[in-house]
């Protein structure tokens, strides 16, 4: 598929500037990012956030919008879809025995330029050197001055970029795993793998790490120190969801602990606004997954305390 200057065509007209202006634009806008660093999970790591300007984030989404009907993405990536929540990716895993996790190390920076082309050409959409260099520039960030170009986890087209670069990855492991009656779903970079019998998960990390010798420029790789196998015997847990031994959906006992506790003190008056809006995260994400523990909650605090967390603004 040919597409002639279209994404030069649509930015210009979209954002009334000349070719030249909207090249400046595009040549400033790898260093129209501000920087700033959350904990990783493991408490001790700090992960980067390069959170675009508001003006690259408006563009960003203009490319959205433009290239989501022309990118494949693969039925597998659950991550940033319409529709399809953590719940969902879940319950895909919730009545099979044994869990893989599998995670890409480093997996938003180590896309580039380079392998979003690559992903382009793979699946026959064909851009205008014009249009790369607004693509290249508009879609990637630079980390450092001495460094190349690569995603931001904090923009918003990043998650349509990303899920478009792994189908081709997507299709090859999913079509492996239908041969052996795995389940397999991807959120993000995180891999996902489940089945009834331990044996038929014994092959898949080599797999995984065959295919990606091969793509990717040798870029995406799988981080070892965090791939985990559990089973019912042991607590498994699938985009922060754990699954019982009874196959059920929890949020699990700790969260439990932990909101009921703030629920209560939310009921002494203990809790300020920022902690209360936490709260109402809290209790729609247990709704979504564990609904009967708002059902406890409401029975132990009453039904007026729960509704007055939720309506507080």
Do not use: W
Not at 19 to 32: G, I, N, Q, V
Not at 87 to 106: G, I, S
Not at 268 to 276: P, T, V
């Amino acid at each position: 598929m040919v597409i002639d200057d279209c994404i030069t065509k649509m930015l210009k007209n979209q954002l009334l500037l000349s070719d030249a202006e909207l090249l400046y634009f595009a040549s400033t806008a790898p260093h129209r990012y501000k920087k700033y660093f959350i904990p990783k999970r493991n408490g001790v790591d700090l992960r980067e956030i390069a959170h675009p300007s508001s003006q690259l984030k408006y563009v960003q989404r203009l490319l959205v919008e433009s290239m989501v009907k022309t990118f494949p993405i693969h039925s597998s990536a659950v991550a940033y879809r319409k529709g399809i929540s953590i719940r969902d990716n879940a319950t895909l895993h919730l009545k099979n025995n044994y869990l893989l996790k599998m995670d890409f190390e480093n997996f938003f920076n180590n896309i580039t330029p380079e392998i979003f082309f690559d992903a382009c050409e793979d699946n026959n959409i064909s851009y205008s050197e014009k249009d790369k260099n607004l693509l290249k520039n508009i879609l990637f960030y630079k980390k450092r001055r001495a460094s190349g170009l690569s995603l931001s986890i904090g923009a918003p087209s990043s998650p349509l970029v990303s899920n478009f670069i792994m189908y081709q990855f997507d299709v090859l492991v999913s079509d492996f795993c239908a041969a052996r009656n795995i389940v397999y779903s991807r959120y993000a970079d995180d891999l996902f793998f489940s089945t009834r019998k331990s044996d038929e998960l014994s092959q898949v990390a080599g797999f995984i790490k065959e295919i990606l010798r091969t793509m990717y420029r040798g870029r995406l790789k799988i981080n070892d120190a965090k791939t985990i196998h559990t089973s019912k015997k042991n607590k498994r847990l699938v985009t922060g969801v754990v699954l019982s031994s009874e196959d059920k959906l929890s949020i699990g006992r700790e969260k439990k602990r932990f909101y009921s506790s703030m629920i209560h003190k939310f009921t002494l008056k203990l809790l300020d606004g920022d902690e209360i809006h936490k709260l109402q995260g809290y209790l729609s994400h247990a709704k979504n997954i564990e609904p009967l523990f708002i059902s406890r909650m409401e029975k132990k605090y009453g039904h007026k305390a729960l509704a007055e967390i939720m309506s507080y603004n």
